[in-house]
């Protein structure tokens, strides 16, 4: 796999945690540090992967 595939995939995988959050959220749109945290969440997960 390329690393361009690899990079595809992590971007698909950091946007569908982002449309989980959302919809799971009460509020109409995630705030910024909602953002942050879901992302952060997304980033020590896959560090502890490898």
């Known amino acids: 796999m ?3 595939e690899h990079v595809a995939l992590a ?3 950091l946007c ?5 959050a959302a919809a799971d ?6 705030s ?8 952060m969440m997304v980033s020590v997960s896959a560090d ?3």
């Not at 910024?32 to 992302?39: F, G, N, S, T, W």
């Open 48 to 50: 502890a992967e490898e």
């Open 16 to 20: 569908g945690e982002l449309m989980i």
């Open 2 to 4: 390329s690393v361009q």
């Open 32 to 39: 910024a540090d909602r953002i942050d945290e879901v992302l």
């Open 11 to 13: 971007e698909i995988e």
């Open 25 to 30: 959220a009460a509020e109409e749109r995630l």
